[in-house]
Nanobody, 126 residues
Framework: QVQLVESGGGLVQAGGSLRLSCAAS????????MAWFRQAPWKEREFVAG????????FYADVAKGRFTISRDNAKNTVSLQMNSLKPEDTAVYYCAADNNNLGSVYFRRSAYDYWGQGTQVTVSS
């Protein structure tokens, strides 16, 4: 089992940057596929970015490509999301998620993820 705690959210002006971090407990962090999702008011929770066990494979939703970068440090049990060129439509609660699948594949669907953090609010003002 793994526990996830996000940090780094806040209020930023459009065009600014934020770096979200997720700290994970447990000794087998390197065997979890990790991802970031977000949920805006009145919308479904959506995939933002995902990263494979080793960090060698990264996947992004179209809204994140070219602006966001996901990374992980297995020695420190952390996964991060660097967000640049933020837009008001990026405003949402951002969640860290972990998937303990045997293939190490990155899935985009919410139901694939076994563990979730409590979320961190990101607000982008225009």
């Amino acid at each position: 089992q793994v526990q996830l705690v996000e940090s780094g959210g806040g209020l930023v002006q459009a065009g600014g940057s934020l770096r979200l971090s997720c700290a994970a407990s447990g000794r087998t962090f390197s065997r979890y596929v990790m991802a970031w999702f977000r949920q805006a008011p009145w919308k479904e929770r959506e995939f933002v970015a995902g990263i494979s066990w080793s960090g060698g494979d990264k996947f992004y939703a179209d809204v994140a490509k070219g602006r966001f970068t996901i990374s992980r440090d297995n020695a420190k049990n952390t996964v991060s999301l660097q967000m640049n060129s933020l837009k008001p439509e990026d405003t949402a609660v951002y969640y860290c998620a972990a998937d303990n699948n045997n293939l190490g594949s990155v899935y985009f669907r919410r139901s694939a993820y076994d563990y979730w953090g409590q979320g961190t609010q990101v607000t982008v003002s225009s």
